[in-house]
């Protein structure tokens, strides 16, 4: 018996109800491209890079190699994909640093996937004066701020605790970036 199909007698076995999987469309995955988008962008920090793993994803969701069963959001299981195609491209780059072979010429150089001691430094550095320009702002754009792009939460959950609507939030953030790149 392969592994395939002892997984759902092992769950019939144990009482846990089995799904079957749930169609998604196209038109259900484009209505999250963008927030997958900006997610792998602020992880990654490559755009391009974003958009090949978020199309990447929907090639799994698409091609059959991820099923939909229904047991989340259908947001919170493409973000779920999407970091572990995340997770694999780091792995993979990781996986490609290698030393310097003997018969190598004393001046060549390589390149490391890791940032280096002046490199962290210089982010630390930067990270410190822009939490402190946030701390900075009026208190509606300092709170739109941490809400959304610190604490990475939701658009809807983000107006509830703020008690505005959704166009005001997009107007705070951009206030606050506006005024941050100042």
């Known amino acids: 018996?392969?592994?395939?199909?002892?997984?759902?007698?092992?769950?019939?076995?144990?009482?846990?109800?089995?799904?079957a999987p749930i169609p998604i469309t196209w038109a259900d995955l484009a209505a999250h491209r963008a927030d997958l988008v900006r997610f792998a962008r602020r992880k990654l920090l490559d755009p391009?890079?974003?958009e090949d793993l978020v199309h990447d994803v929907f090639e799994a969701v698409m091609s059959g190699r991820a099923a939909f069963?229904?047991?989340?959001?259908?947001?919170?299981?493409?973000?779920?994909?999407l970091k572990h195609k995340i997770v694999d491209l780091v792995r993979q780059r990781?996986?490609?640093?290698?030393?310097?072979?003997?018969?190598?010429p004393a001046g060549g150089r390589h390149e490391s996937p890791f940032p280096g001691p002046?490199?962290?430094?210089?982010?630390?550095?930067?990270?410190?004066?822009?939490?402190?320009?946030?701390?900075?702002?009026t208190p509606n754009l300092r709170d739109a701020v941490r809400l959304r792009l610190l604490e990475e939460r939701s658009t809807a959950e983000c107006c509830r605790l703020l008690a505005i609507t959704e166009d005001n939030l997009f107007v705070r953030l951009h206030r606050a970036r506006r005024q941050l790149m100042q």
């Open 1 to 19: 018996m392969t592994t395939a199909t002892a997984i759902p007698s092992a769950r019939a076995a144990t009482g846990v109800p089995t799904r």
């Open 48 to 50: 391009m890079l974003a």
């Open 69 to 81: 069963a229904g047991r989340s959001a259908l947001r919170t299981w493409l973000v779920g994909i």
């Open 94 to 104: 990781v996986g490609h640093f290698s030393l310097p072979d003997d018969d190598e």
């Open 118 to 137: 002046d490199e962290v430094a210089a982010q630390r550095e930067r990270l410190a004066q822009t939490l402190d320009a946030i701390e900075q702002l």
